[in-house]
């Protein structure tokens, strides 16, 4: 069987979390057998980050592209009134350049099927191109994220996608609020089940492992947090933040700067990003998440694999689900009094903190690699059957 897998956001050198999905599923399928090719659309000149089996065909058919836009852009689309009109607008602009480029390419590769890792590409796909084998749309992030704002135009693609994948099972409901689909499937993403050795011997390091983004992952309340906590614990306690800085540099001076007010220099550091996350993961106690949303995080998930604790925040996508209150990490209201309560709560509870990472770890051994694949495996079977009866 002939699988593409098409995203349309950024993958060249791109250390985030969908990009490792992507990746992850390319190698795992052509191990098990499938022809797979990764079709991407970036005009950033390079490889991807993640390492790619020799047998998966790569091709990143943006080299060179260049997004145009008219004149006075801003200006033309303010004046479409309505947020809706205003995504239509941008649609009629960007999709049909999009779709002349990626279509060579996929006549070329005549898949049997298209797993589609944006809404975008599956409008593109489906009400441009107007591929004739299945496309199944997959969702990275909570539903209302994706779907509140969609036009017509985009519900309606995803209504002939031969299937749309959502990572938690409370996200069929929500996906349902939305559009009208009878195969919305439950896929979680694949969490690697990491070994602990006996004699890891962990440090006073509350860790995150994150791009630094201020709209989504928001840093700044771990650092302010932190702040308020500083001195009733002790100096040994520090954070390390892990993952890329270049996504939202203003923000990321902005968290510099925090620092800096705040004398906290020799307590906070920002470690870049790395290829050995299970490493520095076994170094750590505590896995602090003060996302806004998330669709199913692997980095946190990552950790809990490792034998950490998490604390986030209830009103987050994901985190609300998969961290249980009081079991395998705390869940507490949004903002840095909240998350700074929680902090200084398990910092001074060492027993607790090792109790909450034994259950953190027992709780992801449902998502382990195979366990996942197979259901990848079961519905690319039954969507190629499917679609090959008609």
Known sequence: MKVLLLDLWRVINSKGGTEKVLFSMANALVERGYTITVLALDNVPGNPFFDIDSRVKFINAGTGYIEKKPILYRMKRALKGSKEKRHLYDECLFDPPKAEVLEPFIRNEQPDIIISYNVEATRILINILKVKCPVITMFHYDPDTILEDITFTTKAALEKSIAIQVLLPSYVASTKKYIKHDNIICIPNIVPQYNIPQNNERQNIIINVARIDGKQKRQHLLIEAFNRIKNYIPDSWIIEFWGETSYDSGYYSYCQKLIKKYSLENRIKFCGTTNNVREVLLKAKLFVFPSAFEGFSLAMTE????????????????????????????????????????????????????????????????????????????????????????
Request: charged share 25%; net charge negative; proline share 5%.
């Open 303 to 390: 950790a809990m694999s490792a034998g950490l604790p998490v604390i986030g925040y209830k009103s987050c996508p994901a985190v609300n689900e998969i961290v249980i209150d009081k079991q395998n990490g705390l869940l507490c209201e949004d903002g840095e009094k909240s998350l700074a309560e929680a902090l200084l709560f398990l910092i001074r509870k060492p027993d607790l903190l090792s109790k909450m990472g034994e259950h953190a770890k027992a709780s992801v051994v449902w998502y382990a690699p195979e366990t996942v694949w197979d259901m990848w495996e079961e519905e690319l079977g039954k969507v190629y059957r499917f679609h090959n009866l008609k």
